[in-house]
């Protein structure tokens, strides 16, 4: 699962990932589009439920910053 938000110049990403452990982790990256900068963080989730509402509350965030979503690839 993907999502791409971009804004002006910035960017922010969601994927997901499956772990070692057995769960999945819900990994965001953003940065700049014109500069090799930039940062991430991982949110461990248990279940899908987790990981759903995570989605739903950054989208949001994303949202009411002004960022407009250009890509999705639900699998």
Known sequence: ?????????????????????????????WGTLYSNQGNYKVIHCNSQYEIDTHIKRITKIRKARGYILIHTNKA
């Open 1 to 29: 699962m993907a999502y791409y938000w971009t804004k002006d110049h910035k960017y922010y990403r969601l994927t997901t990932q499956d772990n070692l452990f057995g769960t999945t982790d819900l990994i965001c990256s």
